[in-house]
């Protein structure tokens, strides 16, 4: 498997999304980022920068990230491609979702950091 190499932390992205908390039905404080608000894939990217993963088991989306693209760091990149609001919640197994494909990857992290 080929890792997607990093050049720096700031390209991880998740340090620049806002955390927030709140408090759930029972009480109970969480925290957690809402990156919808922060960065979005714009709305007339061809289908042919996506791949389709059929998701084998109930995986925590780092994990997803590294069997996709080889590192962890681009979980949040898979939520803002299936437009998946909650990074907690664990997809089902047998679903399929959208990856960009890693010959576009550098050119997405890129254009989106442009337009922070």
């Known amino acids: 498997m080929e890792q997607i190499k990093l050049s720096h932390p700031d390209e991880y992205y998740e340090n620049i ?4 908390k709140d408090t759930n039905e029972n009480g109970d404080m969480y925290y957690f980022y809402n990156i919808g608000k922060k960065i979005t ?6 289908d042919g920068v996506f791949d389709y993963f059929n998701v084998p088991d109930t995986l925590p989306l780092t994990s997803i990230s590294y069997q996709v693209y080889g590192t962890i760091h681009l979980w ?3 939520l803002l491609c299936n437009n998946i609001q909650n990074s907690l919640k664990l997809l089902t197994p047998g679903s399929v979702i959208k990856v960009i494909k890693k010959e576009y990857l550098n050119t997405i992290l890129k254009s989106l ?4």
């Not at 999304?17 to 927030?20: C, G």
């Open 17 to 20: 999304f806002n955390m927030y």
């Open 41 to 46: 894939l714009p709305d007339n990217i061809d």
């Open 76 to 78: 949040w990149l898979i």
């Open 113 to 116: 950091k442009n337009r922070e």
